[in-house]
């Protein structure tokens, strides 16, 4: 299984929500989210303020052997990183700027797919050495489509590194459930201005979408769950099976058959 680990902020007004205090003059939460990308569903979501830096959940989410967590730089902790070697699950992230390494081993590499390097390395600096005494393995990437290298940390030394380059891409679906809750699920505003209303309005936008998703692959409906959403919520105190309410409104509009508009030119 493969995870993807990141955080999104949601601004609120501090003269409101007081207890939401992130500066000075500005009010935030985060939403700390594990997102299993099979389904994708989210498996862990923990709510904070906006003052807990990322890096802290790695000390909240549950570690499965033999699975992938693929995060960030700003996850980037080498002594939290080594608890998921100790539990025998892997990690992907990305290395800083200011990385130092000692190269141990150059393992051959096909240029055609855009892998540059492929590296077993250890730690140099001192305290991150300490933090993770193990190896790691350092894959260097050039994406054609941003034009752009990339600098791979993982302990998993099996993979081949385009594998590797390729997890970590599908890691930006967490970015996208995050793009696609704030507006569908209406998490932006809320009816509450207490702490317990705020975070009961998350859980149930969450629920609402783990819902929809689990109705939509029992159905194997080939909707998106917007349009699930959207039939949903104009029926919602009909008696009626799921599956029929989804059929009565089609999702698709045939626009060239019923129509009253007459047609401007004649095909």
């Not at 080594?82 to 130092?100: C, E, P, Y």
């Not at 393992?107 to 933090?131: A, Y």
């Not at 996208?176 to 149930?204: C, D, M």
Request: hydrophobic fraction near 45%; include cysteine; charge should be positive.
């Amino acid at each position: 299984t493969a995870y993807a680990l990141d955080s999104t902020t949601i601004d609120l007004c501090l003269n409101l929500f007081r207890w939401a205090q992130f500066r000075r003059t500005k009010g935030a939460i985060k939403l700390h989210t594990l997102l299993d990308l099979l389904g994708p569903i989210p498996t862990f979501i923990y709510i904070s303020d906006g003052k807990l830096h990322d890096v802290n959940a790695l000390d909240l989410i549950p570690i499965e052997a033999g699975s992938f967590y693929i995060m960030d730089r700003g996850y980037l902790d080498f002594e939290r990183l080594h608890t998921f070697q100790d539990l025998g699950a892997f990690f992907i992230t990305r290395a800083k700027r200011s990385f130092k390494y000692v190269r141990l081993l150059s393992q051959e590499v096909n240029l055609s797919t855009g892998v540059r390097s492929d590296q077993i390395i250890r730690l140099k600096i001192f305290h991150s050495q300490k933090g993770y005494p193990d190896r790691l393995r350092r894959v260097r990437y050039f994406d054609d489509e941003t034009q752009r290298f990339f600098v791979y940390l993982t302990n998993n030394f099996t993979l081949p590194p385009m594998s590797i380059a390729l997890l970590y891409k599908s890691w930006w679906q967490v970015e996208l459930f995050f793009k696609w809750i704030k507006p569908h699920l209406r998490i932006k505003a809320f009816y509450g201005t207490s702490e317990n209303a705020v975070k009961s309005q998350i859980w149930i936008a969450v629920s609402m979408y783990v819902l929809i998703a689990i109705v939509r692959k029992r159905l194997g409906l080939d909707m998106s769950l917007y349009q699930i959403l959207q039939i949903l919520s104009v029926t919602p105190f009909e008696k009626m099976p799921i599956l029929q309410a989804l059929e009565t409104f089609n999702a698709q509009i045939d626009l060239t058959s019923d129509c009253n508009q007459l047609n401007l030119f004649d095909f």
